[in-house]
């Protein structure tokens, strides 16, 4: 065994346990089974550090007996200056003794080694754990300091593999790891403050250590060794004594400490054994392992009944909440009884994961106490309320709608109670705006009785009596959205807004938290995130299984997207439509993926109404306090099948046998309260009649009522434009040109830094020529064209808000929107300094992430219509990782639900031979989703409002200058709709990619279409007269570059090229007059790289057709195309094939002819 460490000779006897418990005895630190032996043989090796004739007057007395101490002041006695004073002086009193304990332990970790067969063990542990200061005040930092997942995974899985069980483990070792100086500390720090409350043998340690009477060269006598005993817990016997020493197995000190193991495991396990499931089905299946813990078993520690009442001493470790003036200990049988009513009843608790002591200790102190939650009859009267609200609303939609669907809350009504409760905490907290996403279980019990939909609005579209609506085609009413401001109980208001969402279930999730994110940003409170939160219900099975739920959750912490912690609340029903858990998921729980953002997670019975009430209120505070997501686990059940239609006992008959059997959990909370004679019969009985009324007189209404766009809108964006204004009032075009000084100030800022910033050689050339691009007037390219759109917008008050991966450089290395500084790595961001009144301009990398950070964008943007937000793909072949939110949302959200945005999709797109994956935006996609008709040319109204009617504009510019403009004209409207921007990455440093200063001031304005600009000649080259022209080649994008390229290398000059900058809305009038303005033209082409089921073609095609029937020279004509052939792939990998498919459909764009003129 030389030179092996104790990591690779141990095999923990617990691994199940060992890889479950990640935090410290009592704190937040991974904990192996190994650990827990270590803790074990320090206490007892502690003990004997004291001199051998002290060591033998001072033997361990049992933990009823009370060592003498000085009356102290407790800190509830103390003034705040007092307890200030006291705090102070411990923390004084504190260094001194850490480094006199660090010294004792390093010279009794050396003599150990010295003398020891496992001395190579011995420095092994020591070279692993840095020496540090353990007993320093900082609790916070105790509990991280030695936390190393990687260290101990590592040791787990070695140890496994070794499968040397019964090889002992060197003592030494547990004095220099981490966990142990943590118990030390644990114990100092509550005998500085209560000498009694820890044991008697830590009692006449730090008495002597502080004394000062202990010589080190007598501190030590031989340890303990450690043999492995059955039920897990180490017999510890000195190792030169005899097996009779009171320092043995049954010793009070060893009981002590099996104790604290015990509590241990109930923080641990408890929420195993919980009652949680108020169908009782988890605990009895065989598919849940973990119902039933043994180490929750008496057996596990050697104890037996005749040890149910010793007595042991409250403090750390063993419930040191439940110590109070009268009471300093607890007979066993009360702690397990304790420990059964805090983690093992209605609510089961998850947080041993979390590595932050501070925060471990937070929730023990609220929840390891004698009563967690007591309510008052008044705050009873309140949940019975919500209670009644809830279940009457569910059974009167049962009532009057038998046959519709509507995804009910029944089995889970518990949940209106708990989510007013969370509201009216989260207020109390300076919450003012609560944006709640939501799947369609019990979606319109929210919406009625917490976002205060009118119920004579719900009843109106079950009863189908509201008339079609030009305002939009509408959605099913459990995905409708609503926005409302409702009052709480402490007479403070608050902004409720829940998101319209599609069936795609978690696709809302982003969205939620982009809004309120924006939320934050218009309240100024990004920094401290109190004033919005996000609140997401889901379904158990979605919650396991939907990725979407990972990327969102995985931007909790990211600067540019945090919102402060975000409240899940699980609807956990306990199947997912005919799936049961086992086949949905591969964890014990849904909720498992949260501990992977160190969020706790509350496990509750949800027919235990005031356990949810409680729980959800603990989520507020959680929120609240540590600004970190937390999760609600409500267990419940579905009444009905998925939905009122369905029959469920097709597939869970013995579920639907139990369920059948059910009280309600109304009718058990009534039973509970008049048991408790807290209110009489017929009091409860007359206010279900009340509310039973109200419905119905909601009902009454309900035959005549008319919904309103109000209702439906989840942002009010005040000022604007209604979509009803937007759907019958022609809107002026407003001008987007900027005047020259104010681009030149721009141009100056954003190619500069400040002088003691070290920009890197090569981007400091780049700047100095975007400067200067932009003071001379000429060559202005691409990245800075866009850099002048941002900077105006921002001095003009906009907020531009710009995310995706790498958008700070920009993939392409074009941007450079955020400098670093050579020497110490120092940002500045030029676009943040354009003026002191200017809007807030941001601009972030994303996580990897397509589908959530595009969400997220889309929810940003529906918050205000006064940024300009701005969404970048890496590739534009990546953005179909998004494609639930493009067909779900930005396509049709609007016409769904009322739902505006200006969102912009930045996409670049383009053939350069780069393979399959790294060529298209999938073009063709977008434009089928365009709701424009090619079969009728507008007439002038409809060109006029081409804008205002679009769902969603989609533009391929090839200019500088279009690009500048369309992003400008996104703000100076006085609507919104999504813009789907393709960037060619060839044409961002291409010679004829450039524009002038005069193109972005004065009367310049976006161009739909680009006439060919060589009728006036450039150099040695000029197309002939527009009336001899022969052939038009119209086409969208970087394509017209090679086209330019090849027709001045072979000299073609009776071939016009006519680009289209925007198709959709489609250019009908500006194609119309250039179609006609070439009027001996025999053949109209349109050519593009893509194939020819990809790009453009399958779009304008008819448009052009339609068009062309409306000219006047080419009536008869038929479009022909030029392009690649069709292909299952998007472009081909090989630059060889690559080079001959471009020349083929080269020579197709100059040769194809029209075969026959319509009519023929």
């Known amino acids: 065994m030389d030179g092996q460490s104790s990591m690779d000779a141990y095999q923990p006897q617990d691994v199940e346990m060992q890889e479950e418990d990640t935090e410290d005895f009592y704190g937040s630190e991974d904990v192996s089974q190994e650990t827990k032996q270590q803790q074990d043989a320090s206490v007892n090796l502690l003990n004997m550090l004291m001199p051998q004739e002290e060591h033998e007057h001072n033997q361990p007395t049992p933990p009823t007996a009370q060592t003498e101490t000085p009356p102290t002041q407790t800190p509830q006695s103390m003034t705040a200056d007092e307890l200030k004073k006291a705090e102070n002086k411990r923390k004084t009193e504190l260094l001194p003794f850490a480094s006199m304990l660090r010294s004792q332990l390093c010279q009794c970790s050396k003599r150990l080694s010295a003398g020891s067969n496992v ?13 540090r200061s353990a007993l320093v005040a900082k609790r916070r930092e105790l509990g991280i300091t030695s936390y190393n997942p990687f260290t101990a995974q590592h040791r787990r899985y070695a140890s496994a593999a070794e499968g040397e069980a019964e090889k002992g483990v060197d003592p030494s070792d547990s004095f220099l790891s981490g966990n142990t100086a943590n118990y030390v500390d644990e114990m100092y720090m509550a005998w500085k403050e209560d000498p009694s409350s820890v044991h008697v043998s830590w009692q006449a340690y730090f008495k002597n250590m502080e004394s000062g009477d202990m010589p080190i060269s007598r501190a030590f006598t031989p340890p303990p060794t450690i043999v492995p005993q059955v039920g ?3 017999q510890l016997t000195p190792a030169a004594a005899a097996p009779s020493s009171d320092m043995g197995q049954g010793s009070d000190v060893m009981n002590h400490l099996k104790v604290q193991l015990l509590v241990r495991a109930y923080q641990a396990r408890g929420h195993h054994k919980a009652k949680i499931d108020p169908l009782g089905i988890r605990n009895e299946s065989t598919q849940f392992p973990y119902s039933k813990p043994k180490e929750l078993d008496l057996s596990h520690y050697n104890f037996t009944e005749q040890d149910m009442e010793q007595e042991f001493t409250l403090g750390p470790g063993i419930l040191p909440r439940f110590k109070t003036d009268q009471r300093h200990k607890m007979t066993l049988r009360e702690i397990i009884d304790a420990c059964e009513k805090i983690y093992c009843g209605p609510i089961g608790v998850e947080y041993i994961h979390i590595p932050d002591r501070e925060q471990c200790d937070w929730l023990r102190q609220r929840i390891e106490v004698p009563a967690a939650y ?4 008044d705050e009873k009267r309140r949940i019975l309320d919500r209670l009644i609200w809830s279940s009457s609303f569910e059974n009167f939609l049962a009532t009057k709608y038998p046959n519709d669907k509507r995804f009910g809350l029944e089995g889970g009504e518990s949940l209106i109670p708990g989510m007013k409760a969370l509201i009216d905490r989260s207020v109390d907290y300076g919450v003012k705006d609560i944006v709640i996403g939501m799947p369609h279980r019990g979606r319109l019990n929210v919406l009625s009785n917490v976002v205060r939909k009118p119920n004579e609005s719900i009843f109106s579209e079950f009863g189908g009596t509201a008339e079609p609506s030009d305002e939009g085609s509408g959605d099913v009413k459990y995905h409708l959205g609503m926005n409302f401001e409702r009052p709480t109980p402490s007479g403070k208001r608050v902004q409720l807004s829940l998101v319209a969402n599609p069936s795609h279930l978690e696709a809302e999730d982003p969205v939620v938290l982009g809004k309120t994110r924006a939320l934050l940003h218009y309240n100024g409170d990004e920094e401290q995130s109190q004033s919005a939160m996000g609140v997401l219900l889901h379904g158990d099975a979605a919650f396991a299984a939907q990725g979407v739920v990972y990327e969102t959750m995985g931007m909790a912490a990211l600067p540019a997207y945090q919102t402060g912690g975000t409240i899940h609340i699980v609807v956990n029903n306990q199947i997912g439509f005919t799936t049961d858990p086992r086949f949905a998921r591969s964890t014990p729980y849904c909720s498992d993926i949260a501990k992977f953002v160190d969020a706790p997670i509350f496990h509750v019975n949800g027919d235990d109404v005031e356990a949810v009430n409680y729980v959800c209120q603990l989520a507020a505070d959680w929120r609240g306090q540590f600004k970190k997501d937390v999760v609600i686990d409500m267990i419940c059940y579905r009444k009905q099948g998925h939905n009122e239609t369905d029959q469920p006992s097709f597939t869970q008959p013995l579920m639907y046998k139990r369920i059948a059997e059910k009280k309600p959990a109304l009718e058990k909370y009534t039973n509970k309260l008049l048991e408790a004679k807290t209110f009489t019969s017929d009091d409860i009985d007359e206010h279900k009649k009340w509310v039973w009324g109200m419905l119905e007189d909601s009902f009454s209404r309900s035959k005549d009522y008319q919904p309103t766009a109000k209702e439906w809108l989840t942002s009010a964006w005040n000022g604007f434009k209604s979509p009803k204004e937007l759907a019958t009032e022609v809107l002026p075009h407003e001008p987007t040109a900027v005047d020259a000084e104010t681009l030149k100030h721009v141009g100056q800022i954003v190619g500069n830094a400040p002088d003691e910033f070290n920009v890197h050689r090569n981007l400091k050339r780049i700047l100095n020529n975007r400067t200067k691009m932009v003071q001379e007037g000429k060559g202005i390219d691409m990245s800075t064209a866009e850099a002048l759109a941002f900077g105006s917008l921002c001095l003009e008050g906009h907020h531009v808000r710009v995310s995706g991966q790498d958008v700070e450089r920009g993939t392409f290395s074009q941007r450079h929107a955020v400098l670093h500084d050579q020497e110490s790595e120092s940002t500045y961001t030029p676009l943040k300094h354009v003026g002191k009144e200017q809007g807030s301009f941001v601009i972030s990398n994303s996580s990897l992430s397509e589908y959530g950070v595009l969400g997220f964008e889309y929810g940003y943007s529906l918050s205000s219509p006064s940024a300009l937000v701005m969404w970048e793909a890496q590739f534009g072949d990546f953005a179909n990782n998004a494609q639930c939110i493009i067909d779900q949302f930005i396509a049709s959200g609007e016409v769904k639900w009322l739902q505006r945005s200006g969102l912009v ?41 081409q804008h205002q009617d679009c769902n969603m504009q989609i533009a391929y510019c090839t200019t500088p ?8 004209r996104q703000m100076n409207r006085q609507f919104r709709k999504p813009l789907i921007s393709f960037f060619s990455k060839s044409l961002l440093r291409h010679p004829l990619a450039r524009s002038n200063l005069e193109d972005f001031t004065g009367e310049s304005h976006f161009q739909w279409i680009i006439p060919d600009p060589m009728h006036e000649g450039n150099g040695d080259f000029q197309l002939q007269p527009k009336e001899e022209i022969k052939r038009v080649i119209l086409c969208t994008g970087q394509v017209f570059a090679t086209l330019f390229k090849h027709r001045q290398a072979n000299n073609i000059t009776d071939t016009a090229i006519t680009r289209i900058e925007q198709l959709n809305p489609f250019p009908w009038a500006q194609l119309k007059e250039n179609l006609d303005s070439y009027p001996n033209a025999e053949t109209i082409v349109w050519c593009q790289e893509e ?27 038929h479009v022909m195309y030029a392009g690649r052939n069709p292909s299952a792939s998007v472009a081909t990998g090989l630059k060889s094939t690559h080079m001959k498919e471009e020349q083929d459909f080269l020579d197709m764009a100059w040769s194809v002819k029209q075969d026959k003129l319509k009519g023929e």
Not at 374 to 377: L, N
Not at 962 to 967: A, D, G, K, R, V
Request: hydrophobic fraction near 30%.
């Open 119 to 131: 001395a190579a063990r011995g420095f092994s542990s020591f070279a692993r754990n840095e020496p």
């Open 232 to 234: 897990g817990v180490p």
């Open 1091 to 1117: 194939p020819l089921n990809a790009g453009a073609w399958s779009f304008t095609q008819p448009r052009i057709e339609t068009l062309l029937n409306n000219t006047e020279h080419h009536d008869r004509k």
């Open 961 to 968: 200058a279009n690009s500048f403009h369309i992003l400008r």
């Open 905 to 945: 999709m930045n996409l670049p797109h383009g053939y350069d031979g780069q393979g399959p994956e790294h060529s298209s935006g999938r073009m063709e996609r977008f434009l089928q989703l365009c709701n424009e008709d090619p079969r009728i040319f507008p007439s002038p109204e409809k060109l006029e409002r």
């Open 374 to 377: 007591k309510y008052s009859v």
